[in-house]
């Protein structure tokens, strides 16, 4: 099962009994397209891939098409699901879909959550995600009282995901104040502002009260089987105030957990820190020890020439979420700076405007494009680790993200033969599914190297859609 020979690799012998067996027409394996690959796993880990098989020797079930590691979706909001086609209508910014929003928010329960979250989550796994990191922060019922279990939403999230079959990284949210309180006084020169404004009755049910009270639950919240890991989440700077910051950031460094923190999505965000504090928020959150190789800031999308040396240079990862970028009008941000900078990028559907990893990574490329009118930022190799390798290592599975021995048996397969795939040879494999391919053209994906979907078809959601409609009504109804 593990022996090493001509075209194959293997990791330490392993005892554990062998799983099921695979057979790829394509992999993507290193950066290159392999044509015939078997790939053995055991334990839901991938045992040898062994290249130059010509056809699916007896027994490997058959991946017609591109396979590639599975996506990895770093930043979702599974709830904002319900707002899609709803938010199209008429015009606004940031700040008139984020009422629209919490009127959705208003409405979960952790049962209706647990619907709509599998539902959402099933999707993903249509179009080839295999993990996903839930920024979490509608923690309580309405108006702020925590429920019998005061992780019970999210103990959905983690069992929508285990329904789904798709790995889980639950990112519990800190989130604290409505925004930035009122400039006081000075201390060695620095600005330094209140305690932030109280949360208004909306965002009642987003907030523990402290720090040390989100800390407290977050620790309770134990994952129910191995799909699912715990990481720690800064909302914002505006809504976790500035002596609040290093608590989030420790319980974190504590623990080995991620940390993800949104930053800079809007100008007003910016403008709103500079005058409470003096500093920008990517300052801020570096003074205040947040920034590091374990932390991920989502959106990143108007920096400073220092907040991208700031990033850089601590070794914080940067997540971009291009379609809800562009669908809230919030602006294009300096990728291609950032990746010069040394930051690690990696990718997010978000609000799920869409649910696509490929039009995620072929939009970092498109929209850089259209900034700098020049081509050719990214290959679509490059592209396709963001959404896989780099994407699992932000979520905290470094483990997964590449089609070798030893990593978790996560795969996905792109149709190659769809009027979009359609044409191209096959050593353009990947430039055919990143540029072309959306994830209506996933074939196939598993997880632990168990089928989730098999030719398309969800094997224990067989109807998504129908369970997105009923998921989203029920939703509506409260």
């Known amino acids: 099962m593990t022996a ?21 027409e394509y992999a993507w394996l290193g950066g290159t397209v392999e044509p015939g690959v078997l790939i053995e796993t055991a334990g839901g ?29 770093a930043h979702s909001h599974a709830f904002h699901r319900a707002l899609r086609g709803t938010v ?108 932030g404004r109280p949360l208004d009755r909306h965002q009642l049910r987003f907030g523990d009260g402290s720090a040390a009270a989100w800390a407290e639950r977050a620790a309770a ?19 976790v105030p500035a002596g609040e910051l290093a608590a989030v950031a420790g319980w974190a460094r504590e623990r080995g957990a ?91 559907t978000d609000s799920h405007a869409v649910i696509d990893l490929l039009e995620e990574a072929r939009a970092m490329e498109l929209n850089e494009r259209l900034r700098s009118r020049a081509r050719g930022h990214w290959t679509a190799g490059r592209l396709l680790r963001h959404a896989t390798e780099d994407g699992h290592a932000a979520l905290g599975w470094p483990d997964a993200g590449r089609l070798e021995a030893g990593r978790l048996a996560d795969l996905t397969t792109v149709a190659l033969d769809s009027v979009r795939t359609a044409g191209p040879a096959p050593r353009l494999a990947a430039e055919a599914a990143v540029f072309a391919a959306t994830g209506a053209d996933v074939r196939h994906t598993v997880v632990g190297g168990r089928h989730v979907v098999r030719e398309g078809v969800h094997r224990s959601v067989p109807d998504v859609p129908a369970a997105l409609v009923d998921a989203i009504q029920q939703g509506a109804r409260r």
């Open 4 to 24: 090493k020979g001509p075209g194959s690799s293997a990791g330490p012998r392993d005892r554990t009994e062998p799983g099921p067996a695979y057979w790829a």
């Open 45 to 73: 880990r991938i045992a040898a891939v062994r290249t130059g098989t010509p056809g699916p020797p007896p027994g490997a079930e058959p991946l017609r098409g591109l396979t590639l590691p599975g996506l990895a979706n």
């Open 88 to 195: 199209q209508l008429g015009s606004g910014t940031f700040w008139t879909w984020r009422e629209v929003m919490y009127s959705v928010a208003d409405r979960l329960t952790p049962e209706s959550y647990f619907s709509l979250a599998r539902a959402v989550y099933a999707e993903m796994a249509l179009a080839g995600i295999t993990c996903v990191g839930e920024f979490h922060y509608v923690h309580h019922a309405p108006g702020g009282l925590p429920y019998d279990d005061p992780n019970a939403m999210g103990h959905a999230l983690i069992a929508a995901a285990a329904e789904a079959g798709i790995r889980i990284t639950l990112l519990d949210t800190c989130y604290l104040a409505a925004g930035f309180g009122t400039r006081t006084g000075t201390r060695t020169g620095i600005r330094t502002a209140r305690r």
């Open 221 to 239: 919240l134990a994952p129910d089987g191995e799909h699912a890991r715990v990481g720690a989440a800064i909302h914002s700077v505006r809504a």
């Open 258 to 348: 991620p940390l993800h923190v949104h930053l800079s999505e809007q100008p007003a965000e910016n403008d709103a820190c500079l005058a409470a504090h003096g500093r920008t928020p990517t300052r801020l959150l570096a003074d205040h020890g947040v920034l590091g190789p374990g932390t991920t800031a989502v959106h990143a999308t108007h920096l400073t020439e220092d907040d991208i040396a700031l990033l850089g240079g601590s070794g914080t990862g940067v997540c971009l979420c291009p379609t809800t970028e562009r669908d809230l009008a919030d602006g294009i941000g300096p990728a291609a700076e950032l990746d010069r900078a040394g930051v690690p990028l990696c990718l997010g």
